[in-house]
């Protein structure tokens, strides 16, 4: 079966600091990738997706960048932190491909990442 | 675009009672239908989803939806609240053409008094 793991669960970084989240899955070969934050009230915003190695598309303007060095692992990154950035972020997968099984998506458990 | 409406942000049932919350969506065709549930703190967990042919889908724990395309809705039901279902649930719609990414909407909390 495919599972998907996603580190730190808790994460507190001073304004300024670098950040990496990192997400991998099993159990699953070329899925297509997924980053959301979650701020409260504002629902699960996407972030970046990724349909394969190196390969990162940006759905909105951040401070944050994507990458994906390998087939099943996925890392959110910053270089420097701003307040604004605190949220809960969720990794996902779906299946690589078109149609009904490539649009349902299976999340990791979350970090909490608070910037101070 | 799609878009996804949850009107409403905050809920509270009684245990035993029924339940249903609302979910709007925009699309132009049909869309993929999604709920999820989400525990505090946890990841988001699919209830149920809708995709074509039969307008009600059942789902884990007890739930259902109806898909009604002439309202743009797809609610989501359970005749009898048990106090563990107090989480956030998440509507979401995804295109059956193009990059499959699913959009969610802004989530109802759902609380439970006994």
């Known amino acids: 079966s495919q599972t998907i793991h996603q580190w730190p669960a808790t994460l507190v970084q001073p304004v300024g600091s670098p950040l990496s989240l990192e997400c991998t899955v099993e159990?699953?070969?070329?899925?297509?990738l997924y980053w959301y934050r979650q701020a409260a009230g504002r629902g699960l915003q996407l972030l970046f997706y990724?349909?394969?190695?190196?390969?990162i598309s940006s759905e909105v303007p951040q401070n944050l960048s994507a990458s994906r060095p390998q087939d099943r692992q996925f890392i959110l990154s910053s270089k420097k932190l701003l307040l604004s950035d605190s949220g809960f972020y969720l990794c996902?997968?779906?299946?690589?491909?078109?149609?009904?099984?490539?649009?349902?998506?299976?999340f990791g458990q979350g970090t909490r990442l608070t910037v101070v | 675009a799609q878009s996804v409406t949850q009107p409403d942000i905050h809920i509270t049932v009684s245990e035993g009672a029924s339940l249903e919350l609302r979910c709007n969506y925009s699309?132009?065709?049909?869309?993929?239908l999604f709920w999820y549930v989400q525990s505090p703190g946890q990841g988001l967990q699919l209830l149920l989803k809708?995709?074509?042919?039969?307008?009600l889908v059942q789902g884990i724990k007890g739930f259902e939806a109806e898909f009604k395309r002439s309202q743009s809705s797809f609610n989501l039901r359970k005749p009898s609240v048990h106090w563990s279902d107090a989480a956030e649930y998440f509507c979401?719609?995804?295109?059956?053409?193009?990059?499959?990414?699913?959009?969610f909407g802004t989530g109802t909390r759902l609380l439970v008094s006994p």
């Open positions: 990724s349909v394969g190695i190196g390969q």
């Open positions: 159990g699953t070969s070329n899925p297509n």
């Open positions: 979401a719609v995804g295109a059956p053409t193009g990059f499959q990414k699913l959009v």
């Open positions: 996902a997968w779906s299946v690589r491909g078109s149609g009904v099984r490539a649009t349902e998506a299976f």
């Open positions: 699309y132009g065709a049909t869309p993929y």
């Open positions: 809708y995709f074509s042919g039969d307008t």
